[in-house]
């Protein structure tokens, strides 16, 4: 069976499903999905150098905010 975001598992009832891939250099970059729905990648065009993050409301999932911090340039 295929589970949410592709995990090898379900998650348990009240929980969400979550997967964080982290990117290669310049190569391959980084994705979060949350609740078989991609909230950042390079193909939705919303990531950057550095820390990419999702705020998510712990409560409904519904996405608040993406950003992207660069901690190389300061």
Do not use: W
Request: hydrophobic content about 35%; charged content about 15%.
């Amino acid at each position: 069976p295929r589970h949410k975001c592709g995990n090898q598992k379900s998650c348990p009832q009240n929980h969400f499903a979550f997967k964080i891939i982290s990117g290669a250099a310049n190569v391959v970059g980084p994705s979060i999905c949350f609740e078989d729905l991609v909230l950042m990648s390079s193909v939705k065009n919303n990531i950057g150098r550095g820390l990419n993050i999702a705020l998510v409301n712990g409560t409904t999932g519904k996405l608040l905010k993406t950003d992207a911090f660069d901690m190389y340039s300061g």
